[in-house]
């Protein structure tokens, strides 16, 4: 953190912070940013339309909606397995493959993930990601191609929705607008639509 700004560790996300938002024009959060991003790091900002001043460059941005799931029913399962350090590898492998958002080395450091193998193989995985006061994100939900229409990724989010309910907290989770299986199936399950959201993908000013 630094002023106005903070930042996740790179090892854990890309996504960063602005006191007032990304559409804020304070020029000194900006420049705070620019401090931890480095010249020419990149960060991703989530929330409204970002106001970057000029020397910060778009580098790419998806529409997200937001769903909370308060009325969703939150149940453990018996074949999902917690992940840990040493099954790293195998998730960003499943991760490169299904590309469900951000997730990095550290990211599973943020929060709790499961996942069920199948002759030995890590074949789906979802898991804990951002946690604001009294919420927790499910996030990197994913199923590795041969293996989608079978119901894991419902199973998982609902036994990480048991862990988050554990504790007295509310899920939430996000999701590309484009992908509208994803939608129906988080709708189906009981999610509601709490807002929409734009990522944006952000490079700071590059040195000279």
Not at 11 to 22: Q, T
Not at 32 to 55: C, K, M, R, Y
Not at 140 to 162: F, Q, S, W
């Amino acid at each position: 953190m630094r002023g106005a700004a903070a930042r996740y560790r790179p090892d854990l996300g890309p996504f960063a912070a602005l006191a007032g938002g990304p559409e804020t024009t304070d020029p000194a959060a900006w420049a705070d940013l620019a401090v931890l991003a480095g010249p020419g790091g990149q960060v991703v900002l989530s929330g409204a339309e970002p106001a970057h001043p000029a020397g910060w460059e778009l580098v790419g941005q998806d529409r997200g909606l937001q769903f909370e799931g308060s009325g969703v029913d939150a149940l453990p399962d018996a074949d999902a397995v917690a992940l840990g350090a040493d099954d790293v590898p195998e998730m960003l492998d499943l991760v490169a493959r299904t590309r469900p958002g951000p997730f990095r080395s550290g990211t599973r450091l943020l929060g709790g993930y499961l996942g069920v193998r199948l002759g030995g193989a890590l074949i789906a995985m979802a898991g804990q990601r951002m946690r604001p006061p009294g919420w927790t994100e499910i996030s990197a939900v994913c199923t590795d191609p041969d293996h989608r229409g079978k119901g894991l990724a419902e199973r998982l989010v609902r036994a990480v929705a048991a862990g988050v309910r554990a504790r007295g907290e509310v899920p939430f989770l996000h999701v590309a607008a484009v992908n509208t299986g994803a939608v129906r199936l988080y709708e189906r399950m009981g999610f509601t639509l709490r807002r929409e959201v734009v990522f944006s993908a952000l490079r700071a000013p590059r040195e000279g």
